[in-house]
């Protein structure tokens, strides 16, 4: 719920292009607020929805956020328990507890790009940019600690220290298929990019921006393939289904925009939560 506070805020400078750190404050009266204005959920629902300062209405989305964010985060560490074993401390979990981190950052960026681009069409470099630089240096980094802990296990033992060159291949193979989903993810990420970016030639920027060609870009890094590639089409089908639902009751005509980053990140949430199942269900369709 913090988190949500958090991004809340993130989205809500990236729109009014001010600065991201310092203190939070009234975007009415620009009063700073203090700890106990800024208690996820109890202080909007202690201050009815106002402001303390001015008594300005707040709006509902700060809440809405706030357990929105709650939600998404509990749930991740509720499905992260299981690989997650505190109690004993191992490379294994040590893993864990790095990938938890990552997907954690994933989901603020997500939830921050969410907010910008429905409320105003518009995904911030601000934003995007660095993100897309964390998620390359964080699976180089994954990829080498995992590659350093492989060479250091096996030179551990006698027999482990065969296996290492000049006695064997076994460590360059072994150390190649641990490399393997950091190239999938680049791989992905571009694709990803490079597809948004042919559809924006083709349909002439009616359908998207250049700012979905990088949330592309860090979806692919971020969730890796397959997941990134389940994230985009499920993008696709609720877009469709979205705007089906939109032409049908007349509040929209076709060919006219709507903004496709939200849609691109409820596809990478469905798929960061759940595209395991997902992609093991349709595998075996099938059989
Ligand atoms: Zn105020």
Not at 44 to 55: E, Q, V
Not at 188 to 209: D, N, Q
Not at 233 to 238: D, E, H, R, S, Y
Request: with cysteine; aromatic share 16%; proline share 3%.
């Amino acid at each position: 719920m913090v988190l949500g506070s958090f991004t809340k805020a993130l989205a809500d400078r990236s729109l009014s292009n001010s600065i991201f750190w310092g203190r939070s404050y009234c975007l009415w009266c620009k009063h700073k607020l203090h700890w106990y204005d800024l208690f996820p959920i109890l202080s909007f629902l202690f201050l009815r929805g106002k402001c303390h300062y001015c008594h300005k209405a707040i709006g509902i989305e700060y809440l809405l956020v706030e357990v929105v964010m709650g939600v998404l985060i509990g749930f991740l560490f509720w499905q992260s328990l299981q690989s997650l074993q505190l109690s004993v401390f191992s490379f294994q979990s040590l893993i864990a507890l790095f990938d938890l981190f990552f997907k954690i950052f994933f989901i603020c960026v997500l939830v921050v790009l969410f907010l910008t681009d429905l409320k105003k069409m518009f995904i911030p470099d601000r934003i995007i940019l660095p993100a897309i630089k964390i998620s390359i240096i964080f699976i180089i980094f994954i990829t080498i600690i995992k590659v350093v802990f492989l060479y250091y296990t096996l030179n551990q033992t006698r027999l482990g220290q065969l296996l290492l060159p000049p006695h064997s291949d076994y460590f360059q193979r072994h150390a190649m298929i641990t490399a393997e989903p950091l190239v999938w993810a680049v791989v992905s990420g571009l694709l990803i990019a490079g597809f948004f970016y042919g559809l924006i030639l083709i349909t002439k920027g009616k359908g998207m921006g250049g700012g979905d060609v990088k949330l592309g870009a860090f979806m692919g890094l971020g969730l890796g393939f397959p997941a990134s590639l389940l994230a985009v089409i499920t993008a696709f089908l609720i877009g469709a289904i979205y705007s089906i639902i939109l032409i049908l009751l007349g509040k929209k005509r076709f060919g006219q925009n709507i903004a496709f980053g939200p849609f691109l990140v409820i596809g990478s949430l469905v798929a960061l939560f759940w595209g395991k199942e997902i992609l093991d269900w349709y595998l075996h369709l099938g059989t």
